[in-house]
């Protein structure tokens, strides 16, 4: 009998790129199956306010597998709005309605695999990840938000007003 490939990290896969496996200890990780997190292969901005306009801490979580989590959140808080989560939860591609902000550690995947994930997209019409700053769901006080630098996967604080790059992800 046939089996389907289990995913791996570069598979295009659910509507994007396969960049994380979860691991024992993550949330998300159930022993004996294989779930992780994908990648889109577009960003969804080149430039977008991580709030609509209200300072609010909300003290989300940096580690993988809450970024979702994170994401609704924000928009809990923040309302309808063009604002980075809601440019990931209105993307829409492969059939897949999803798609989330990712959380600092998700984004720090992404660094680690920037390269695979790369040609992985550019591979299936899609873009490389830019070499510059990418928000994060995981904010850091009232008025900032965290940064996670792609070509250098430092991360940093941002003031929510500011305008970076959002490239969104979802679990499968």
């Known amino acids: 009998m046939l089996q389907d490939k289990v995913p791996e990290v570069g598979d295009f896969y659910g509507g ?4 994380y496996i979860f691991q024992s200890g993550d949330l ?9 997190i994908i990648c889109a292969i577009v960003d969804q901005s080149s430039g977008i306010q991580w709030f609509n306009g ?19 959140k924000i928009i809990t808080n923040q309302g309808e709005g063009s604002y980075a989560a809601t ?5 829409n591609y492969g059939g897949y309605v999803d798609w989330f902000l990712p959380s600092r550690y998700e984004l720090e995947q992404i660094y680690v695999n920037k390269e695979t994930i790369n040609t992985t997209a550019t591979e299936n019409g899609g873009q490389d990840l830019t070499n510059s700053n990418y928000w994060s ?13 792609i070509n250098t996967g430092a991360y940093s604080n941002a003031s929510k007003s500011g ?10």
Do not use: P, W
């Open 163 to 172: 305008t970076y790059r959002v490239r969104a992800v979802r679990y499968f």
């Open 16 to 19: 994007g790129v396969v960049f």
């Open 28 to 36: 998300g990780y159930v022993t004996g199956e294989t779930h992780g």
């Open 54 to 72: 209200t300072y609010i801490r909300m003290y989300n979580s940096v580690a993988i597998g809450v970024g979702k989590t994170n994401t609704g």
């Open 87 to 91: 440019a990931c939860t209105g993307y």
């Open 137 to 149: 769901s995981s904010d850091s006080a009232q008025s900032t938000a965290i940064l996670v630098n």
